[in-house]
C-alpha cells in the first residue's frame, strides 16, 4: 500500500526557516517524480515544487522560487520541502504527492501538514 | 501559464441523477487533464487522469471526457459519498494548474 506521511509542519514566524518531510513507502520512491501541493484555507489547490525521479531536475512556482527548495533522498525514500523566508500567504495545508510521470497528475497524497507564517 | 476554468462554481443534485462539472483550458492541452474529489477534511483523491483514464479503485459512475481546451467530467447515478469539491488540473507543462473547484452537495 503507497503511503506518504509529512512532518515538519507548525507555526513559524515570517523570514525565519521551516523544513517539511514526507516519508513515502509501498512503492520505489526511486522511480517516481514527487511534487508539494498546498492549500490556504477554504482555498483552492496549488502546486508548489516538483521534483524528478533522480532528483536531478526540480520545478518551484514562481511566488516560491528562491525561497523554498524541493529536494529528495532516494536512499531514506523521503521528500523534502525547505522553506525560507516564509510570508503569511505561504499559510496552507501542504501535501506530499506522488505524480503519474508521463501525464503529471497527482495519483497519491499525503494527509497533508499545516503550516502557518505568523508572528 | 495556462488557466483552468471550472464550471459550475457550485451544484446540487438528487440521488441518482447524473451531473457535469466542465473545465476549460486557456490554452491547449492534449488530454493533459485530471479529476479530483475532496472531502471536507480529507486528501483530495485522483478519479480520471489523462482526460478519460478512470483511476484503479474508483467507481466506473465517474468518466471523463473532452479534448483540446474543453474537457468534462461526469458522474451517474449521484451517492451520497459524491458529495465535496472537485477540481480540474492540467499536467501538460509548468506551473501546473488547478481549476478553482466545483461544490457538489446532494439536494
Known amino acids: 500500500e503507497v503511503q506518504l506521511v509529512e512532518s515538519g509542519g507548525g507555526l513559524v514566524q515570517p523570514g525565519r526557516s521551516l523544513k517539511l518531510a514526507c516519508a513515502a513507502s509501498g512503492f520505489t520512491f526511486s522511480n517516481y517524480y514527487m511534487a508539494w501541493v498546498r492549500q490556504a484555507p477554504t482555498k483552492g489547490l496549488e502546486w508548489v515544487a516538483s521534483?524528478?525521479?533522480?532528483?536531478?531536475?526540480?520545478y518551484h512556482r514562481d511566488s516560491v522560487r528562491g525561497r523554498f527548495t524541493i529536494s529528495r533522498d532516494n536512499a531514506r525514500g523521503t521528500l523534502y520541502l525547505q522553506m525560507d523566508s516564509p510570508r503569511s500567504d505561504d499559510t496552507a495545508t501542504y501535501y506530499c504527492?506522488?505524480?503519474?510521470?508521463?501525464?503529471?497528475?497527482?495519483?497519491?497524497w499525503g494527509q497533508g501538514v499545516m503550516v502557518t507564517v505568523s508572528s | 501559464d495556462i488557466q483552468m476554468t471550472q464550471s459550475p462554481h457550485s451544484l446540487s443534485a438528487s440521488l441518482g441523477e447524473t451531473v457535469s462539472i466542465d473545465c476549460l483550458a486557456s490554452g491547449g492541452i492534449s488530454n493533459y487533464l485530471a479529476w479530483f474529489h475532496q472531502k471536507p477534511g480529507k486528501s483530495p483523491q485522483l478519479l480520471i487522469y489523462?482526460?478519460?483514464r478512470l483511476q484503479d479503485g474508483v467507481p466506473s459512475r465517474f468518466s471523463g471526457s473532452g479534448s483540446g481546451t474543453q474537457y468534462s467530467l461526469k458522474i451517474s447515478n449521484m451517492q451520497p459519498e459524491d458529495e465535496g469539491v472537485y477540481y480540474c488540473q492540467q499536467g501538460y507543462t509548468y506551473p501546473l494548474t488547478f481549476g478553482s473547484g466545483t461544490k457538489l452537495e446532494i439536494k
Open positions: 521534483i524528478s525521479n533522480r532528483g536531478t531536475t526540480s
Open positions: 504527492t506522488r505524480l503519474i510521470t508521463t501525464v503529471a497528475h497527482f495519483d497519491y
Open positions: 489523462y482526460a478519460s
